[in-house]
């Protein structure tokens, strides 16, 4: 462990977090805020508050109101578009692995908190990386997506964007089991430092988990770096963590086996490789984990579209092996060498060796969204923060009107000497002793009039509404001021207008998102990877992303990795997402005759096409049926036009006028459509 590495980032840590204070105290107040706060804050800087610091009877929680009528459960789609022309069949191959990938990862949950964490706080991160532990039967490594809280992140302080700060750090509370099986290191002795940032509102230390430190930060060479501590324990230190690395064989530089991978090259038996195996290729125990620049393939290399990647200028031969440091020549006795730098086996020296060089995303992989922009602040504009004052009025005039409230009821005045009871019971006699103290027995009714306060509450209520752009129409309620449809879908623009920030916002972060999607697929992803989407016609294809279709080679003959690719989010999603909405809008198009005449089987068979596309219930058998009655109708139509072209032919022969062709045509199609009509009852 490298003690001086260890106290430079505590050092940094306490010094941002301090720098950072102010912001973190917030952070727990603004929760406590949403889920309904019942105390009741000072209404001026002036001293002498009566109420300030009281607990209120009862709190209509409008600011939660206010940030749960925002919330959209839209996810943004991806859309990529290539800068050059001949790339964009792999904008569209990127486009759809990126749909996929987001029907794989639990994005409805990730999308769920941030929504509102977002406006409470201001901002919400993502932590994109990639997990070499997941692993099927053929793929090694998934991208891996996490939404982390604000009050985890400690940025590089005077720094407002993450793109150019040189560190910032991420607190991950996390099991100690979880470390030691991700690091290899033991922090059963080790407690939990700060058990708060589990939750909102602090939480309780918990035995079996600890603190996790992360720094990342630019190394030297533009590239991104990772130092991790717990405690006084160092667990990571990577100087250029999103380098390719392997673990070779500290005698002869052979690439250690999977776990479980199947040894076959060079040996008279397979054998299948566990933990702590001996190196195929020498026998050797000791195995050092090196940081890889290239990788070498043994060429020509095909890509999907039939293009091919050969040897050339700049590319190695064959007799150059033994320049190689990790390369080995055919051992006689061993029978066993180096394949390409990721197996062992044997190497097909009838190709070229390509030196390939390792992609490298470089870049952070933390994807800030923020709520509303603000010049000068990382975090962005909270709406809890905005709200608050509202918020707090109308926790004190709900206030006043629960003590009127209560406060109300009647109430009997009596001479002080008297002994009437008064009890509730009927027909009770009262002796008063004289006129005089008669005269002083009244009976009075409290009602408590709110009216003032309610009507104080409604405009504070509107306030809130207005600050933050939240309009009846764009919450679904009925809306008084718009009379007329027109006025109402103008309501709802103007509201949708005011929030267009926020989603300018959410689409910026996840266009972020989705280009580290594909960078750290590119860059990790060795094995093709399955990519199933509809063509235009609605059919399935199943195709697959292969990083090898974007390996190019310049004039000179060096290699470069292809990422010239725009990402942005498609704004169609929305509507896309919503099928109930296409499928009536589909059946208008249809009934209105924008497929055609709706009398038409073809045009029939063209609006279930559309809705089997859209996922209808039922729709694919439905165009399955259809589809073979007008095939069965279509041959018949051919047949019995055929029929009709030999009695043509057989009455011009006996010397009647010849009927066109057209006409023939034309009377077959008629029949045809006329008997399948009526077997569809149309």
């Known amino acids: 462990m490298n003690s001086e590495r260890l106290d430079l980032w505590k050092q940094r840590l306490s010094k941002n977090e301090g720098a950072y204070s102010e912001e973190l105290d917030k952070m727990d107040h603004r929760e406590d805020m949403y889920k309904g706060t019942y105390t009741l804050a000072d209404m001026t800087n002036r001293s002498g508050d009566a109420h300030s610091g009281q607990a209120a009877k009862y709190v209509y929680n409008a600011l939660a109101e206010t940030i749960e009528a925002q919330v959209s459960n839209d996810i943004p789609m991806p859309k990529v578009t290539a800068r050059r022309k001949q790339d964009e069949h792999l904008a569209e191959i990127i486009e759809n692995m990126l749909r996929n990938e987001l029907d794989r990862l639990p994005f409805e949950r990730v999308n769920d908190i941030s929504e509102r964490v977002v406006p409470i706080q201001g901002a919400g991160m993502y932590l994109i990386e990639w997990d070499n532990t997941k692993r099927t039967h053929n793929t090694v ?212 060796k390509l030196k390939i060089p390792y992609y490298k995303p470089d870049l952070p992989p933390v994807v800030l969204q923020r709520n509303v922009s603000v010049y000068g602040r990382l975090m962005g504009e909270s709406d809890a923060d905005k709200l608050e004052p509202l918020q707090n009025s109308l926790n004190r005039v709900e206030q006043k009107i629960m003590d009127r409230l209560l406060k109300a009821g009647d109430r009997i005045t009596l001479p002080d000497d008297t002994n009437i009871r008064t009890d509730p019971n009927d027909d009770r006699v009262w002796r008063v002793g004289n006129l005089a103290d008669l005269n002083l027995i009244r009976y009075f009714q409290f009602t408590g009039d709110i009216t003032q306060p309610m009507a104080q509450v409604n405009a504070i209520y509107q306030q809130m509404r207005q600050t933050i752009g939240v309009t009846d129409s764009f919450q679904g309620r009925k809306d008084t001021s718009a009379t007329s449809g027109t006025a109402k879908q103008f309501s709802a623009a103007q509201a949708a207008g005011r929030l267009e920030s926020k989603r300018v916002q959410k689409e910026a972060a996840y266009a972020e998102l989705f280009e580290r999607m594909f960078k750290f697929i590119l860059a990790y992803a060795d094995e093709p990877r399955p990519v199933v989407y509809q063509d235009g016609h609605g059919n399935t294809v199943y195709g697959e992303f292969r990083k090898w279709d974007f390996l190019e080679k310049d004039e000179a003959g060096q290699f470069w990795w292809n990422d010239q690719f725009l990402f942005a989010c498609d704004t169609t999603a929305p509507l896309a997402s919503n099928r109930e909405r296409l499928w009536q809008e589909t059946t208008a198009f249809f009934q209105s005759g924008a497929f055609g005449n709706p009398d038409q089987p073809e045009t029939l068979l063209e609006y279930w096409r559309k809705m089997e596309l859209l996922h209808y219930p039922g729709a694919a058998e439905t165009r399955a049926n259809i589809q073979e009655r007008v095939e069965a109708q279509q041959a018949q139509a051919a047949m019995e036009q055929q029929a009709a072209a030999d009695e043509a032919a057989l009455a011009q022969g006996m010397g009647q006028p010849p009927v066109p062709d057209a006409q023939v045509e034309e009377m077959a199609r008629q029949a045809a459509m006329e008997d399948m009509a009526a077997q569809m009852g149309m």
């Open 141 to 352: 490594g998934e991208v891996a997506v996490s939404f982390v809280h604000p009050k985890r992140f400690i940025p590089q302080d005077g720094i407002y964007d993450i793109e150019d700060m040189d560190y910032f750090i991420l607190k991950t509370p996390t099991t100690k089991e979880a470390v030691k099986a991700r690091y290899g290191v033991d922090v059963a002795e080790e407690s939990e430092s700060e058990p708060e940032v589990k939750t909102a509102g602090g939480g309780k230390t918990a035995e079996d988990m600890v603190t996790q430190y992360t720094a990342y930060y630019r190394n030297e060479n533009g590239g991104i770096g990772k130092y991790s501590w717990v405690n006084d324990t160092e667990l990571e230190d990577l100087e250029d963590y999103q380098a390719r690395r392997l673990t070779r064989c500290a005698s002869c530089g052979a690439v250690q086996p999977l776990v479980g991978e199947v040894i076959t090259d060079g040996i008279e038996e397979p054998v299948v490789w566990a933990e702590g195996g001996a190196c195929p290729v020498c026998g050797g125990h000791e195995w050092k984990e090196t940081e890889e620049e290239y990788e070498e393939v043994i060429g020509p290399i095909q890509r999907s579209d039939g293009t091919v990647i050969d040897a050339g200028e700049g590319t190695e031969s064959p007799d150059s092996y033994a320049a190689d440091p990790y390369a080995m020549e055919p051992n006689a006795a061993e029978g066993a060498i180096q394949a390409d730098g990721e197996r062992p086996g044997l190497r097909d020296l009838s190709g070229t």
